[in-house]
């Protein structure tokens, strides 16, 4: 009798696993889980081919914006917006990376753009930045995303000879 009320409780202790706990709902747990990403930041920055060696996130990053505006700088070296606006020496680029690996370029004028004419220096941004290298989206999660960032721009002015 002694080992029946052993094995009874031992039977009541290991039976309070399959009593009923209360599980989540499926949208509390997507919102837990919503929240907790860090929507501002990815997993990995875009990249370019000649980034892709670099396994530190911030080198990376970096080495990704350099190229980029170098390239930007490189296009823009060959057009007349250093002759036309000469005391224009900096342009904000608004660039944004699409999942896809396509990117466009936007000039991101500030509150003192009125003494330029915005118009023809998007125009001309749009004709010369195009045919850049393929770039590598972001990725969130393991799933490419779409990202944009500022990259100030300096227009070299040419040399008067």
Not at 98 to 104: A, G, L, Q, V
């Amino acid at each position: 009798m002694k080992h029946f009320f052993i094995f009874l409780a031992f039977i009541f202790f290991n039976s309070c696993q399959y009593i009923e706990k209360q599980v989540p709902s499926e949208k509390e747990l997507l919102q837990k889980e919503l929240k907790s990403i860090n929507w501002k930041e990815v997993d990995e920055y875009p990249t370019v081919a000649d980034c892709e060696t670099i396994t530190e996130k911030k080198q990376r990053q970096k080495c990704f914006f350099d190229v980029i505006s170098k390239l930007i700088q490189e296009k823009l070296d060959v057009d007349s917006l250093s002759i036309l606006y000469p005391d224009l020496d900096t342009i904000q680029v608004k660039v944004t990376v699409f999942p896809n690996s396509k990117m466009k370029f936007e000039p991101d004028f500030q509150k003192d753009s009125v003494a330029y004419d915005t118009i023809r220096i998007d125009s001309i941004l749009r004709a010369r930045l195009v045919n850049f290298p393929k770039v590598n989206p972001a990725i969130k999660r393991g799933l490419p995303v779409k990202t944009q960032f500022i990259l100030p721009v300096i227009i070299k002015e040419k040399d008067k000879k």
